[in-house]
């Protein structure tokens, strides 16, 4: 919660004026930062959760175990954010106001029921 609260100082939000840091712990206790950065072209804004998941597969870990994310009320990963997360293991989510206070503490499960799994994407190949 701290490193989500200290990596939020960093978000480039001009437009939208919401700033948001997160913090993705690794399975092996390093943890990895991000915040949000927009742009002009609305679209090509990414969220700091995927900039912080991202940053920590570019270094090399891919077994990822929670992560926290500190933002203004109402704070709550999006959808494409929250299968990213899934993708690499994530299963605990802590949302956190800005000044790094728990809100509260979620499963990726929960925010995430029936996620999209390569499962499906094997049993597609299999039938190929
Ligand atoms: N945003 C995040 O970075 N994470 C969230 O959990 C919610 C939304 C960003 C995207 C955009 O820069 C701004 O917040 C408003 O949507």
Known sequence: MRAAQLARDAAYAPYSRF??????????GSIYTGANVENVSYGLTVCAERVAIHTAVAA????????AVSGPSGISPCG??????????????IL?????????????????PRAFTRR???AAHARL
């Open 19 to 28: 700033r948001v840091g997160a913090a993705v712990l690794a399975a092996d």
């Open 60 to 67: 090399g870990r891919r077994r990822l175990v929670a992560l």
């Open 80 to 93: 494409a954010c929250r299968q990213v997360m899934d993708e690499f293991g994530v299963r605990t989510v």
């Open 96 to 112: 956190a106001s800005p000044r790094g206070r728990p809100i509260a503490a979620v499963a990726l499960r929960t925010l995430l």
């Open 120 to 122: 499906a994407l094997r």
